[in-house]
């Protein structure tokens, strides 16, 4: 091998460590696997000036992508599909507004005693979650294995991530599926523990956290609201949704770490707000392998186009009355609403809508469950999501992998029916 090449391999090497966020071993090995494969190593020339491109494969979370580098390097060329190229640009966005990268790590954490909900009046009761089917075990309590971790997921404050995992006490030591639960707006994650402590009776290691600004991330009853109000001002985090799929990338990098959970059966499921965690965590994290979104998928772009906005707008008004005093308008209209979404979730209501990401989960088995009347979740938003993700589970081969459930007379309502169809779910595709 010529001086020039062996340079052009080590930049190549560098440049693909870099982009996929990996070692130098890494992204050295997945080279070494895509040049065996065939995949040809060289230069793509373009009509205008030379630009190159580097393909590479994402070894963390298995995707391809295309990076542009400076000319005269040297570059791998592969195949891009329709949903790498998505799941790539999405992480990308997440990527943006990261503070210090900082290795995946693990502290202790103790039991929370009083937790803070958001809400001036605190909920004491779910009825839905209550309805939750459980195994009829002698001394569960006695039986019933709580830990409380936090995982260091970047730099800053807002970095450690609060994990609440409960699983029964077993003397065969075996990898058990397992699934993730999360919270709705204003909430946290000991506010799960009725389905935590259901689903672990029947055999699953469950999980809970708290998202961005929420539960022990939370300092006071407006903490999430002055995030929002301060990602329109600052524009450096995203959180609403964004950042929290960012610390669920992960926990899925520590849950298939761990010797008790079955890294091909990890579930992901959630209420409003943790619904929508669950499915864009999904369509960006492929270990994610059976999805439940529960009142939280939904169409923004169609919301906006068809005057549907107002109930998702009004459920974090602050952040929209900020940008409205700022932008010189007499009332929140759709321009304000686009500019938000814009600014603190970007292509929320453009390339990583709903048509786009909820297709983007295939094949994985994907139930999505709304009510009917949900102003905020309207279901002529979920038309097109629909549709598209029929045909993509259609053309994978696995139609029964996809189901769309709107329960009439529900408006943003998670019922003991919506309860029930996610457990059926579980059981059938992680037990």
């Not at 943790?274 to 960006?284: D, I, K, L, S």
Request: proline share 6%; net charge neutral; glycine share 6%.
């Amino acid at each position: 091998m010529k001086m020039k090449e062996v340079l052009g391999f080590v930049v190549m090497v560098t440049m693909m460590a870099h982009v996929a966020q990996v070692s130098h071993v890494q992204a050295l090995r997945v080279l070494h696997s895509r040049v065996r494969s065939g995949a040809r190593v060289g230069m793509r020339e373009h009509t205008s000036a030379p630009k190159l491109v580097l393909g590479y494969k994402d070894p963390i979370w298995n995707i391809n992508a295309e990076q542009e580098i400076p000319s005269g390097k040297m570059v791998l060329e592969s195949e891009v599909s329709h949903v790498s190229k998505l799941r790539c640009e999405f992480l990308q966005v997440l990527r943006s507004r990261r503070t210090a990268k900082v290795p995946l790590s693990v502290e202790p954490a103790r039991p929370v005693t009083d937790p803070l909900y958001q809400e001036t009046r605190k909920p004491t009761h779910s009825e839905a979650m209550e309805s939750c089917p459980k195994a009829n075990i002698t001394k569960f309590k006695e039986l019933l294995r709580e830990e409380n971790h936090y995982l260091i997921t970047e730099a800053g404050e807002q970095g450690r991530l609060p994990v609440l995992i409960l699983k029964m006490e077993e003397s065969a030591h075996q990898k058990r599926p397992a699934i993730v639960f999360l919270h709705s707006t204003n909430k946290c994650k000991e506010w799960l523990r009725p389905l935590l402590e259901a689903y672990a009776s029947r055999g699953y290691i469950s999980i809970a956290i708290d998202s961005r600004y929420h539960g022990e991330r939370a300092k006071n009853l407006t903490t999430y609201r002055d995030a929002l109000v301060a990602a329109w001002k600052n524009g450096d985090t995203m959180p609403f949704i964004y950042d929290t799929v960012w610390d669920l990338i992960k926990l899925a990098d520590y849950l298939t770490q761990r010797e008790d959970i079955d890294p091909t059966r990890i579930g992901i499921t959630g209420e409003s707000l943790g619904g929508m965690h669950a499915w864009f965590a999904a369509a960006a994290d492929t270990r994610y392998s059976v999805v439940v979104p529960i009142i939280g998928v939904q169409g923004f772009r169609w919301a906006i186009e068809h005057d549907k906005w107002q109930a998702r707008v009004n459920s974090i008004k602050a952040v929209f009355e900020e940008a409205q005093i700022d932008l010189g308008k007499s009332e929140i209209d759709k321009e304000v609403v686009e500019k938000v979404w814009d600014r603190i979730a970007p292509g929320l209501d453009s390339q990583f809508d709903a048509p786009y990401t909820v297709p983007a989960i295939v094949p994985r088995p994907l139930l999505i469950l709304n009510g009917a009347e949900d102003p905020r979740c309207p279901l002529g938003g979920l038309e097109t999501p629909k549709l598209n993700a029929q045909e993509a589970y259609k053309n994978a081969h696995c139609p029964e992998n996809f189901q769309l459930i709107a329960q009439p007379g529900i408006a943003h309502e998670m019922t003991s029916l919506m309860v029930k169809e996610a457990s059926d779910w579980f059981d059938k595709f992680l037990k």
